[in-house]
């Protein structure tokens, strides 16, 4: 499988913004789909998780309740609802997939799949 992010942008504070990740192949099969972003200067950090059915999402604290993942297997596609986009939201995002089923998802290396990043700006 390889992954695809895309939707990145310009956008005012306040505002929002859909990312998608479109995968090469089925999604399904990934047990666990993430999108992670990374700031200047700053540490690649974890965003949200989504399982493969769909049915749990987990969210680090500072975007819960703003942002919303979700997963479409029929589109083989991961998607990113940003919403109340603050300029401390800024970075490239990337999207992650990790293939069997693990107890842990916020590291960089609990995935073994990753695709290129998409830059989100957000001005004040």
């Known amino acids: 499988v390889q992954l695809q992010a895309s939707g990145g942008g310009l956008v005012q504070a306040g505002g929002s913004l859909t990312l998608s990740c479109a995968a090469s192949g089925r999604i399904f099969s990934m047990y666990r789909l993430a999108w992670f972003r990374q700031a200047p200067g700053k540490e690649r950090e974890f965003v949200a998780a989504?399982?493969?059915?769909?049915?749990?999402?987990y969210y680090a604290d500072s975007v819960k309740g703003r942002f919303t993942i979700s997963r479409d297997n029929a589109k083989n596609t991961v998607y990113l609802q940003m919403n109340s986009l603050n300029p401390e939201d800024t970075a490239v995002y990337y999207c992650?997939?990790?293939?069997?089923?693990?107890?842990?998802?916020?590291?960089?290396?609990?995935?073994?799949?990753w695709g290129q990043g998409t830059l989100v700006t957000v001005s004040s």
């Open positions: 992650a997939a990790r293939r069997v089923r693990a107890t842990t998802f916020t590291k960089v290396w609990d995935y073994d799949v």
């Open positions: 989504i399982v493969w059915n769909g049915e749990v999402t």
